[in-house]
């Protein structure tokens, strides 16, 4: 598989870009297609791009090759609904603006390929699609042959051009916070209530808890160990507990909704009781956000919320959620606030085990080793805890051969546009995408 990218002078993807500042898409008609199906000419637009996807095909009975690879591409349209198609060999992609995707065979020299004069199946990406579009769509490409056992062409460049787009990607900036705003709620529940207690603790120590009446049954625990799906991606000898990530659906399946609106609720609140404030004394953090975080409400709620379990034996190291990579000069993730939700009925650290050990302004896991300073947080059913994501914590080992510990998490974001944060969401062993760690 051979990769040709004509692309605008500015446009670099990751070191695999072949610049043809010749190139100025002069065609006789260009066309784009918006949702409404209309054409129009974008010929003159300086931000159009065109990207090729070469297949080369045998110089014996090609025919066969390229009858499979049409095929491939028929079902890789009909395979989402996010593709319109526009013919046999063409769609559009609506959701990314205007882009059109066509197929077609042609004759080639060594332009494509220095030892063949041979027949190509070409495919065309165009339009006004941005870096982080096309590795998307280059990733349901390869995803689509890797699901499709006829398909025999090697991929191998494809696979490498979606593995370097997806080790070094910004993470999804989450959704507006006011979307879920209810502070009600949150009264009602016991936060935020009373003073400005748990202010004071935040900016001391950097964290907070309640004791609220968001208690969890005997079903809503066995409801949500059901959906519980892996391990993590972590060493078994940094973290060996179970988890899933729960939606709003799925919240709602388990009977832990009201549990899942306050977690979603808290984020709106900070931004209009904790953020000005916070930024006032620490200017150095009120930099740039990233849509749909703005300077006056910096955070945003991730789309769904971490369900994790421990059984007897399992634990987690000492760890911080967003640890700063010093040799990077930037955090690890757009995480600011840490709110986990406990569930575990008449739970005693002393017998049970599974104690949330926190380190109160330490922000490096290497630190923990010289500091005598932490305390320990009892999970009991209904007990809420809230946190600077950068604070060192870990989860201390289950000793209870018949309890399971369980808890909601919910990771509260403060996106910046130029903070430098990257995830690498690229499963190697399994040549994959993980889409969920973009979240």
């Not at 404030?277 to 919320?305: F, G, Q, Y």
């Amino acid at each position: 598989l051979i990769l040709i990218f004509q692309l605008s002078p500015s446009f670099s993807f990751s070191g695999l870009s072949q610049l043809d500042n010749g190139n100025d898409l002069s065609r006789s008609k260009l066309v784009e297609v918006d949702a409404c199906h209309d054409t129009v000419d974008v010929s003159k637009r300086n931000n159009v791009k065109r990207h090729n996807i070469m297949f080369p095909l045998p110089s014996q009975e090609y025919k066969k090759e390229e009858t499979s690879i049409r095929r491939w591409f028929q079902e890789l349209i009909d395979s989402t609904a996010y593709f319109e198609r526009l013919g046999n060999d063409s769609f559009a992609v609506p959701i990314f603006g205007n882009v059109l995707v066509s197929l077609e065979r042609e004759h080639a020299t060594a332009n494509y390929d220095d030892d063949a004069d041979r027949n190509y199946m070409r495919m065309e990406i165009i339009g006004t699609i941005d870096e982080e579009d096309f590795g998307a769509l280059a990733a349901k490409l390869y995803e689509s042959q890797q699901e499709d056992v006829s398909f025999s062409t090697d991929n191998t460049a494809l696979r490498q051009l979606v593995k370097n787009h997806f080790q070094s990607i910004k993470p999804h900036p989450g959704t507006d916070a006011s979307l879920t705003e209810d502070t009600p709620l949150l009264h009602k529940i016991g936060l935020f209530k009373d003073d400005d207690s748990w202010m004071t603790s935040i900016f001391t120590k950097g964290f907070f808890t309640w004791d609220t009446n968001l208690y969890f049954t005997n079903e809503n625990r066995m409801k949500l160990s059901s959906l519980l799906e892996s391990k993590t991606w972590q060493d078994s000898q940094i973290r060996s507990d179970t988890v899933t990530f729960l939606s709003k659906k799925d919240a709602i399946k388990c009977g832990v909704e009201r549990q899942y609106e306050a977690l979603m609720a808290i984020a709106h609140y900070l931004n209009t009781n904790l953020m000005t404030k916070w930024m006032d004394e620490s200017p150095h953090e009120n930099t740039s956000p990233r849509l749909p975080a703005t300077i006056d409400h910096p955070l945003t709620n991730p789309s769904t919320i971490q369900i994790a379990e421990y059984k007897k034996g399992e634990f987690y190291v000492p760890h911080s959620d967003n640890l700063l990579l010093e040799s990077e000069g930037r955090h690890a993730n757009y995480r600011r606030w840490t709110a986990i939700l406990y569930g575990n009925d008449n739970w005693d650290t002393a017998t049970d085990g599974g104690a949330l050990r926190i380190y109160p302004n330490v922000f490096n896991p290497r630190d923990v080793a010289t500091t005598t300073q932490f305390e320990d947080i009892n999970p009991a059913n209904g007990k809420l805890l809230l946190f600077d994501s950068r604070l060192v914590h870990s989860v201390e080992k289950i000793i209870s051969t018949e309890k399971r510990r369980i808890a909601m998490t919910l990771w509260i974001n403060q996106p910046e546009e130029n903070d430098g944060v990257t995830v690498d969401v690229w499963n190697d062993e399994q040549s994959k995408v993980e889409w969920y760690r973009l979240l």
